[in-house]
């Protein structure tokens, strides 16, 4: 399961956090573009990518939203692009998958399971807002569901499996690792698997080490030498679970997308800035940072030049 290389993936802005949270939340596609870059010059092989409406910084989850950053980013960077189908957890799976059907990308995100998403308790350290879609979303998430159901992977797996991308498959819990085993013994998808297990958001996983070691242990029982691992944790949790899983031959991912913060009360300037700090965690334990053309050896992707953009 594990590689001599470390692979940092960096989530370069998400649709969780709106921009009256921070202002270094990249939001035009000239922002994003120009933060993914940097944050692959900081150590990052792979950047995970949705995008925004320029003006008031709301998800986008149309092609045309991505089509200039993705452009820019294949100009000028080697690194590997991953493409959410995630999207927001208010759109339609088939919104949510159309920009990866339409680019093509080396990597897609694919949710592996329906859960409540609880993004409310933000309210309670932000109160102003600049945009007047920002407070609904999130009071909205009290009575939120994010639907992924078999029929929905399913979907998105039929739809993007011709194409050559593989996924990173995001498990918020432990039934999404058995979802994922039940796609994984019906051939819809092949090993390695590259699973990011992701740990404290609300309607998810906790972050406790104790959490991080359950999911371990269950996608080694699983899964065995079939996939590769990778954490991510949101808020303050970020660097801790991500340190841990290093410690253990993880990968990791890393992004104002998962946190804001880069240390107690300060906020990150940049994707880059926390790129940098998990790379001297993985370097300080005497391991090595894996480059894109690394990254996609061991994840066994289609390449650079098989992409639609």
Known sequence: MASDKIIISCAITGSIHTPSMSPHLPVTAAEIAASALEAAEAGA?????????????????????????LRTIKQSSNVVVNLTTGGSPYMSVEERVKPAAVWQPEVASLNMGSMNFGLFPMLKRNTEFRHDWERPMLEGSRDLVFRNSFKD??????????TGTRYEFECYDTSHLYNLHYFWKEGLVQAPLFIQTCFGLLGGIGSHPDDVMHMKRTADRLFGDAYRWSVLAAGRAQMTVAAM????????????????WIG????????????????????????EVATPDEARKILSLKGGDRVAF
């Open 245 to 260: 899983a290093a410690a253990m031959g993880g990968n990791v991912r890393v992004g104002l997308e998962d946190s804001l």
């Open 153 to 162: 992977i399913t979907y998105a797996l039929e739809t993007l499996n011709a």
């Open 264 to 287: 107690r009360g300060r906020l990150a300037e940049s994707n880059a800035e926390q790129v940098r700090q998990v790379r001297r965690i993985i370097e300080g334990l005497g391991l």
């Open 45 to 69: 092989a792979i950047v995970h990518l949705h995008a925004r409406n320029p003006i008031d910084g709301r998800p986008d989850q149309s092609p045309e939203a991505f089509e200039p950053f």
